[in-house]
């Protein structure tokens, strides 16, 4: 019992370093990365000291073709492209200054180019972000709350990581899109139990977001 309680102390602590490094942001700390890290080396850490299967444990390669087998959850993985096309287009339309901040923004990471490299990097950052925030950070977080608060903490924060000083019109433009994507790969990984499937909906909206960046430049 007593094992059981310093590891729930040391997972509030972790969920806590992560949430305290992504309000950083707000001071152009950039330290989103770090709670990433965190986030990702404490679920690795928490399943060997805990000895748990990777089976159940929300990152189980082998249980992604039976998840993807539900029809419904399709659904899910389809809407985060969605909403960033309506993004893409209510900044095309509305606020052209969207597209430049945001291209330089994510181009911090990765450089905006249709390339294996990129698309390499879109991927384990994809990865990185589903298993830190999602099957490590929600998921401890729905054990002491119910799932749609757990959710919407997992996202607010999640959010705050991609927080990035600008006109406050765009910055906020593009915050919003980011939390609702965020809601939804939260909902995925609820339903699916699984981040690789919530990485594949995560992944495929960025690279669908990068596509239509390189479409309007080559247009303009």
């Known amino acids: 019992m007593e094992y059981t309680k310093k590891q729930s102390v040391v997972g509030i602590i972790v969920l806590a370093a992560m949430a305290i490094v992504s309000f950083t942001n707000l001071f152009g700390a950039n330290l989103s990365s770090a709670a ?15 000895r748990q299967p990777m089976q159940g444990s929300g990152l189980d390669f082998k249980a992604i073709g039976e998840g993807l087998k539900d029809k419904k959850i399709w659904i899910w993985i389809i809407l985060p492209i969605v909403m960033d096309a ?16 945001e291209t330089l923004r994510a181009g911090s990471f990765v450089e905006i180019e249709i390339s294996a490299k990129s698309f390499l990097m879109f991927l384990v950052f994809a990865l990185g972000e589903e298993i830190a925030w999602r ?72 690279i669908f977001e990068v596509l239509l960046f390189i479409l309007i430049a080559k247009v303009n």
């Not at 990433?36 to 805990?50: D, K, N, R, S, Y």
């Open 86 to 101: 309506v993004c893409v287009l209510l900044s095309v339309l509305f606020l052209p200054e969207y597209i430049e901040y």
């Open 36 to 50: 990433i890290i965190l986030g990702v080396a404490f679920f690795f850490i928490c399943q060997a000291v805990e």
């Open 135 to 206: 099957a490590f950070f929600q998921n401890r977080l729905s054990k002491v709350l119910p799932i749609i608060p757990a959710v919407l903490v997992t996202s607010f924060l999640f959010t705050l990581g991609h927080y990035k000083q600008g006109d406050m019109t765009i910055v906020l433009f593009g915050l919003v899109f980011t939390f609702i994507n965020s809601v939804l790969y939260g909902v995925i990984f609820h339903k699916a139990k699984n981040a690789w499937i919530s990485t594949i909906s995560h992944f495929a909206a960025n």
